[in-house]
């Protein structure tokens, strides 16, 4: 990919921290205010994602807490078992229930991860995901990053590896490149965990964000 052609020209070396560079890691479930989750089905060829984010109080920063991406090809109950398994350790790892906005293009699948959450007593709610234009969501990411407010766990790898590789479609510059040769399940992922909040994420005026975290 030519540089020029990334679509998030923002997101370099600065916008991805260690835990304990965020914070002590006694401390940091005190930093956030709540977190969702993001889950993005694949199908024809493509992987499914799950990704959670966190807010910091008053919406200052949102943060990639966690990301897993699933390649191979599996059927309805593992990607069951293998959702439970991400949820329970968000949970613990973070001590927050919370809401797992889904692709709401396949209902059958959001059913199942429904059903078996509840009957797991999973600490999470499972609803549809708006899903609004993608150069919507990819404007609200720009300018999280552009005033230094959006954050990636470092150990989430995969997730700045597809930050860092989307690109513009060659002969339509408001469309995002999705041929498989970059990871958009993660990216589509991630946009449906924060976009229910985006609202409240661009209201944040200039004079209250905080610097240098």
């Known amino acids: 990919h030519e540089d020029a052609r990334l679509i998030y020209q923002e997101f370099k070396d600065y916008h991805i921290i260690k835990m304990n560079d965020w914070n002590d890691a006694n401390e940091?479930?005190?930093t956030l205010k709540f977190i969702t989750v993001g889950v993005d089905f694949g199908g024809n060829g493509s992987a499914h994602a799950f990704v959670c984010v966190g807010y910091s109080f008053g919406y200052s920063d949102l943060i990639v807490l966690e990301h897993k991406r699933i390649e191979q090809q599996i059927d309805a109950n593992e990607l069951n078992k293998q959702f439970i398994d991400f949820a329970n350790m968000v949970y613990n790892k973070y001590g927050r229930s919370f809401i797992t906005n889904c692709d709401n293009a396949?209902?059958?699948?959001?059913?199942?991860?429904?059903?078996?959450?509840?009957?797991?007593?999973?600490?999470?709610?499972?609803d549809n995901a708006i899903k609004m234009e993608i150069l919507q969501r990819i404007r609200i990411e720009v300018s999280l990053m552009g005033s230094g407010r959006f954050w990636v766990l470092r150990h989430n790898k995969q997730m700045v590896k597809a930050l860092s590789e989307a690109v513009w479609k060659k002969d339509d510059p408001?469309?995002?490149?999705d041929d498989g040769t970059s990871d958009i399940d993660s990216l589509d992922a991630l946009e449906y965990s924060f976009e229910k909040h985006s609202n409240e994420l661009l209201q944040i005026r200039e004079s209250q964000v905080k610097r240098g975290a």
């Open 106 to 126: 396949e209902p059958v699948l959001i059913r199942t991860l429904r059903n078996g959450c509840a009957s797991c007593g999973t600490h999470t709610l499972i």
């Open 174 to 177: 408001d469309k995002r490149l």
């Open 28 to 30: 940091y479930r005190k």
